[in-house]
């Protein structure tokens, strides 16, 4: 386990790490912060001296992926803040992701140079352009040898498509497609194309104080192009067919679970809207987090889900206070581990949760400074709700509400998690690695 960084004194709000997420093999990890950064973190390669140095993830480089704007027709600020970076599988030597604001879509191409030509007939190697009189001969340029240098530079804009916030993208497994996600409406686009995008989701009311839910995220399933499914602020998810029509306003399957009216209250609607949505590995289940829990549905089950994780219930009596301080409204992300047995989501005080779907086992682990010494074990957390308080539990009334983990990444394949609490990235691995 380490920590990779490090924060002087205060953290600075630009250093917000705002998404966290592996690459298809594993090998880079990206992060995007609030100061509009992506950095990308590669794993050391094993060597036979050390064989023990393999996991380790260093930096391989740092971009400004966005810049903050003005949108002067509304008189809004644009935030440079990174909301999601999806990777796209590597074709050839270069890496390729996808890094979003709250407008714009970029695609960018991280490559490696190790090379330089030197010898130009036109220009010195400083760059100035030679006097045409004084070249007398021709050269044949050569490749020299340099130091490695790993450069970012931004392929495609994907712009003026979307007039809310985008709070998701995803990329298709035909590869040439993907789908920006904002409150009202869902956008296809070719990665070729960034003039023109398709419009596959519109739930704007033609009068908008009719409006009665948005759109919180969205996802293409893992292995049928044609398929993807968008939660909202309601609750319910949402399983769409392309094939049916071009636009997917009416949906093929609607999951929702019955709400129980013993149990409503004020903040029912609040804690129900649903913060993220990730498809299981295999394309069989759905993951959805809400504020309070963590659910599994079965595709072929509409009518209530398939497993209900409770993240953090011991919050159930203080959602008044967690209303006050805005807490109520954090959007957590969960993710699977490589098998689908077990899913991860983040909670507050730097705790996070994970629960194994076959022995119903769940663990809280806490990623902080105390316990980011390499190789150090991580012990479990528990949280004690009024009465007598063992000496290694923490009471609901100490939790630190500021400190709160809302992305989490897991390795495709291996037991090695990222976990982002504040400006702080922690990597974890399992110690039978």
């Not at 979003?100 to 352009?129: M, Q």
């Not at 985008?166 to 869902?186: A, F, G, K, P, Q």
């Not at 009719?210 to 399933?221: G, K, P, Q």
Request: charged share 30%.
């Amino acid at each position: 386990m380490h920590l990779l960084e490090e924060d002087q004194g205060r953290c600075v709000k630009a250093d917000i790490i705002s998404t966290v997420e592996f690459n298809p093999t594993g090998e880079l990890l990206a992060t995007g912060d609030k100061g509009g950064r992506v950095v990308v973190f590669q794993r050391e390669q094993e060597s036979k001296n050390q064989p023990h140095r393999r996991g380790e993830y260093n930096v391989y480089s740092t971009f400004q992926s966005h810049e903050p704007e003005f949108d002067y027709l509304k008189s809004l600020e644009i935030e440079e803040k990174i909301n999601k970076i999806r990777w796209l599988p590597q074709q050839n030597a270069a890496y390729f992701l996808l890094s979003t604001n709250d407008k714009t879509v970029k695609l960018w191409k991280i490559s490696e140079r190790d090379k330089r030509p030197e010898g130009y007939n036109l220009k010195e190697e400083d760059g100035r352009i030679r006097d045409p009189t004084t070249i007398t001969a021709l050269r044949v340029p050569v490749l020299q040898p340099m130091d490695l240098m790993v450069e970012a530079t931004p392929r495609r804009v994907f712009s003026n498509a979307h007039t809310y916030h985008i709070n998701s993208i995803s990329v298709n497994n035909d590869y040439e497609t993907y789908m920006s996600t904002d409150d009202l409406r869902i956008n296809l686009w070719n990665l070729e194309i960034t003039n023109q995008s398709f419009n596959i989701v519109d739930i704007k009311p033609a009068n908008m104080e009719e409006l009665t839910e948005v759109i919180t995220a969205a996802e293409f399933h893992p292995n049928q192009c044609n398929t993807f499914v968008y939660s909202s602020s309601k609750g319910s998810i949402r399983l769409c067919d392309m094939r049916a029509s071009a636009l997917c306003d009416n949906h093929s399957k609607f999951f929702e679970e019955p709400e129980d009216p013993s149990n409503r209250s004020f903040f029912s609607e609040i804690i129900s809207s649903i913060s993220d949505v990730k498809f299981s590995h295999s394309g069989r289940y759905l993951m959805t987090r809400d504020y309070l829990t963590v659910k599994v549905w079965d595709l072929n089950m509409e009518s209530k889900p398939l497993e209900t994780y409770q993240v953090h219930d011991y919050l159930r009596s203080k959602l008044c206070s967690l209303y006050e301080n805005d807490c109520i409204f954090d959007k957590f992300e969960c993710v699977w581990n490589g098998s689908d047995s077990v899913i991860m989501t983040g909670s507050y005080n730097n705790f996070f949760r994970m629960f194994d779907r076959n022995t119903k086992r769940d663990v809280t682990l806490e990623a902080s400074r105390e316990n980011s010494k390499p190789r150090a074990i991580l012990k479990p957390r528990k949280v004690c709700v009024g009465g007598k308080r063992r000496k290694d539990e923490i009471s609901v009334d100490s939790l630190d509400f500021s400190k709160k983990i809302l992305h989490t990444a897991w390795h495709p394949s291996e037991n090695i998690i990222a976990v982002a609490a504040t400006n702080n990235l922690y990597i974890f691995q399992d110690k039978i690695n």
